[in-house]
């Protein structure tokens, strides 16, 4: 089996800067990718292949990854940012795909 | 833009095969990796297995032994079978479409509402 480790939660007041990290043992060659999930709804890709950023995502929204961690970083979190956050990776073998456990964030 | 829609039972009964469909609009289901995703209520996202045709599936492990995918190009639908369903498997079931990028790894990029299947007597 393989893991993606994320802090349950993460706390930010309007404006600051959020980090959210990912951690992983295949990560340093593997891309992540991340997803965010707002209450009752369908996950969206934020972040895929470690930095960039698809069509429609804020610029506020931006990623990096090194050595074993990713990390996804909000620049300027706005309230409509609170939601679930989860990270996805795959395995040294490239078989096994998973998410990491998810991350909270609150942004009041 | 591609839209995806699942479809089956809300309820299966325990040691019964969950059955669903995941129909494809606005584009063709053809090269194109699909899977499908669950998510049980409170809890975190796991991912269940990916189909092209339906000689070329990758499944979790953990789930392997139960699960068949299975592509319909003519309908443009793709379909999951779970086998013998215990309350375990009660979650939020969602397709997705794979895209394929950098050195061949798949990520999703468009998702499907999610359909809730509940195991239970």
């Known amino acids: 089996s393989y893991e993606l480790t994320q802090p349950p939660s993460v706390s930010v007041s309007p404006g600051q800067t959020a980090r959210i990290t990912c951690s992983g043992d295949?990560?340093?060659?593997?891309?992540a990718y991340w997803y965010q999930q707002k209450s009752g709804q369908a996950p969206v890709l934020v972040i895929y292949?470690?930095?960039k950023r698809p069509s429609g995502i804020p610029e506020r929204f931006s990623g990096s990854s090194s050595g074993t961690m990713a990390t996804l970083t909000l620049s300027g979190a706005q309230v409509e940012d609170e939601a679930d956050y989860y990270c996805?990776?795959?395995?040294?073998?490239?078989?096994?795909?998973?998410f990491g456990g998810g991350t909270k964030l609150t942004v009041l | 833009q591609v839209q995806l829609q699942e479809s089956g039972p809300g309820l299966v009964k325990p040691s019964e095969t969950l059955s669903l469909t995941c129909t494809v609009s606005?584009?063709?289901?053809?090269?194109?990796?699909w899977s499908w995703i669950r998510q049980p209520a409170g809890k975190g996202l796991e991912w269940i297995g990916r189909?092209?045709?339906?000689?070329?599936?990758n499944y979790n492990p953990s789930l392997k032994s139960r699960v068949t995918m299975s592509v319909v190009t003519s309908n443009n639908q793709f379909s999951l079978k779970l086998s013998s369903v215990t309350a375990a498997d009660t979650a939020v079931y969602y397709c997705?479409?794979?895209?394929?990028?950098?050195?061949?790894?798949?990520?999703?990029?468009?998702w499907g509402p999610g359909t809730l299947v509940t195991v239970s007597s």
């Open positions: 996805y990776s795959t395995d040294s073998s490239g078989n096994l795909w998973v």
């Open positions: 295949a990560l340093p060659k593997k891309f």
């Open positions: 292949e470690d930095n």
């Open positions: 997705a479409r794979d895209l394929v990028g950098t050195a061949g790894a798949y990520y999703f990029d468009s």
């Open positions: 189909i092209y045709s339906s000689a070329r599936a």
């Open positions: 606005g584009g063709s289901i053809s090269s194109y990796y």
